[in-house]
């Protein structure tokens, strides 16, 4: 298998050495992950299946509603029935889950060239358990939330802004318990498609005796199975000192029969001339790891492994200290991934995998590198840029590589990583002893963590760049200095995008700490450029199956930026996902719009 990428791949650099383009141009034609929809394909054959990917047969809910009613409804009246049962046996079904559930949000300012701007952020990551009440368990340990959790959404208003992270996800349902005719009414609007689905919209205003915290908005029902697709509004009234957040709420049809909460959008604040509103944010929720084993000691002792046991190799014997040394980290990298991915913090290895093969696979082979072990990469599935590697596995985060203008940008920060793992700078191998896999996964970040040196950052760094000028992105290097550039711009406004958690930070205390040498280089950044694309906004390239956890590239049609405002380097965006149903899902599925329109340069 090795052996055959490397071949595949010498091919390829052959080729395009002899002819007038290089290597990364012949590899953009099939792997690199921008948006451009004929371009963006995987690098083999071996390509994954589309995002909606079934999920295997054991891991779907027990029961499911009937797929089809007997007979269509006949009136308005019947279908409101209908969507409302349906809510209810989806509460039903995913009761005995606990998702992931990450909210990055940016506190905005106005700025008079670029809009609204980010002037500071807040980044949220737990597990949700979605039982009798919907509640979460924080991966990061911050201020003290006590009774405040309890309030459904929104901050304390009165003394300081303060977010509530479960606020954010509130909308996974319209109304967790009493969403039915004696809370609500309903009133149906028209017919509408979103994506290729086409929708029933109601709206739906609470009933004056149906107390506080109610659902206030419009919902969008697909017209089939009549499940609500789309929520679209905030709570009311609010209890007295707080506020609820205004939400636009997603889900996709991820397995038979349901619609699963996917995406939340939140945004306020208004900076129209004259107001005088201090509040502005925008925050993106995203939900994955439905499938996730809930994990506890009971699971455990009842998992028992069978592996094969016998070696057949005819050398077998006791392994010389350097093997030995060598299996030691192998395992204690094999630990490290099975346990981040068990904690939904690991991608499975997919479709993205395949296009950071290629770039690292690149800069191996034109630097002869040679190493006992192939190297492997992972997607890291949260939002904050960040990079790190365990024994000789690449992990990058899923913000990172939204918001990475090219390849070669892309090749820069393997290329630190690759460094690590040329010079030796060997870290994790006390996981190969498994008790320091045993803890709940909600510990996950404060029992692992994968940081060097400063003496090892620099040397990493400065093979990095030996890399990339022996490799097809020798010619690029000026785009990773605008890319630096960009991230110096944004670093003292963007801390908790930059905070990392398992690995060694981009930026400390708002400057740019990695390849400082190639910041330095290169064009200045003109955000009045329109052709000049530094840094794209968040989700515009890696789009994760919420149920699987499957993470792939997004495949857009690219759409011309018209102004400086267009850009939005770092920012988050509306989602807008094209909904399709569960098996002909459009693997080109983009989930926003908004975001891609950053990425078609
Ligand atoms: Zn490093």
């Known amino acids: 298998m090795r052996t055959c990428n490397r071949v595949l791949t010498a091919a390829l650099l052959g080729s395009a050495l002899l002819g007038s383009t290089i290597a990364a141009a012949q590899q953009a034609a099939e792997s690199q992950p921008s948006a451009q929809p004929a371009t963006a394909t995987a690098p083999d054959a071996t390509q994954s299946a589309p995002a909606a990917a079934q999920p295997a047969q054991a891991s ?30 989806l509460i039903k079904t995913l009761s005995n889950r606990t998702p992931v559930v990450e909210t990055y949000l940016q506190n905005l300012s106005s700025d008079p060239q670029l809009g609204p701007v980010p002037s500071g952020d807040h980044y949220f990551l737990g597990r949700m358990d979605m039982g009798e009440s919907v509640d979460r368990k924080d991966y990061l340990k911050e201020e003290d939330r006590g009774f405040q959790t309890r309030l459904m959404g929104g901050f304390q208003k009165l003394y300081k802004v303060q977010y509530q992270p479960l606020g954010f996800s509130w909308m996974v349902y319209a109304d967790h318990t009493d969403f039915d005719r004696e809370h609500y009414d309903f009133s149906y609007k028209r017919r509408e498609f979103l994506g290729d689905i086409r929708c029933l919209v109601f709206d739906v205003t609470p009933k004056k005796t149906a107390g506080r915290g109610r659902f206030l908005g419009r919902i969008w029902v697909e017209d089939q199975n009549y499940n609500i697709v789309r929520l679209n509004g905030t709570y009311s009234p609010a209890p007295r000192n707080s506020m609820f957040f205004h939400m636009d709420s997603w889900r996709l049809n991820l397995i038979p029969g349901y619609w699963v909460p996917s995406y939340i959008y939140s945004e306020e604040g208004d900076f129209s001339a004259g107001t005088k509103n201090k509040l502005a944010f925008k925050a993106q929720t995203r939900i994955w790891g439905y499938d996730l084993k809930k994990g506890s000691k009971d699971d455990e002792l009842t998992q028992i492994r069978v592996d094969s046991v016998k070696d057949d190799s005819p050398t077998a014997q006791d392994a010389s200290p350097l093997q030995a040394e060598r299996e030691w980290q192998q395992q204690a990298e094999d630990n490290v991934v099975e346990r981040l991915t068990a904690a939904g913090l690991l991608a499975p290895e997919g479709d993205v995998d395949h296009v950071l093969q290629t770039v690292v696979n690149n800069l191996e082979v034109t630097n002869n590198i040679d190493l006992p072990r192939p190297v492997r990469t992972r997607v890291l599935l949260t939002s904050p840029l960040e990079t790190f590697s365990v024994g000789n596995t ?208």
């Not at 009937?66 to 019947?78: E, I, K, R, V």
């Not at 190639?518 to 450029?529: F, H, S």
């Not at 400086?564 to 920012?571: G, I, L, Q, S």
């Open 60 to 89: 779907q809910p027990d029961s499911q509603p009937d797929a089809t009613p007997a007979a269509p409804p006949a009136t308005m009246d019947q279908v409101v029935n209908l969507f409302i049962a349906h809510e209810h046996a």
């Open 394 to 601: 690449i992990v990058i985060s899923r913000g990172l590589i939204d918001v990475l203008p090219d390849e070669a940008s892309l090749a820069a920060v393997l290329a630190h990583e690759l460094g690590h793992i040329v010079l030796g700078h060997n870290l994790g191998s006390k996981y190969a002893f498994n008790d320091r896999m045993l803890f709940s996964d909600d510990a996950t970040y404060s029992n692992m963590g994968f940081k060097h040196i400063p003496e090892e950052e620099t040397a990493a760094d400065k093979k990095a760049i030996e890399l990339l000028k022996n490799s097809p992105y020798a010619q690029k290097l000026d785009n990773v200095g605008l890319f630096l550039k960009a991230l110096q711009q944004r670093a003292g406004d963007l801390g908790a995008l930059l905070t990392t958690h398992l690995g060694n930070q981009l930026a400390e205390n708002g400057t740019v700490t990695r390849l400082t040498a190639l910041e330095q280089q290169g064009p200045a950044l003109d955000n009045n450029k329109l052709d000049q694309i530094a840094a794209l906004p968040l989700g515009g390239r890696v789009k994760v199956n919420p149920w699987n956890d499957k993470a792939e590239m997004v495949k857009t049609a690219p759409v011309a930026i018209t102004s400086a405002r267009d850009k939005m380097p770092f920012e988050v965006t509306p989602f807008y996902p094209r909904l399709a149903r569960f098996g002909d899902a459009a693997p080109n599925a983009a989930p926003t719009t908004a975001a891609n329109t950053n990425s078609g340069n």
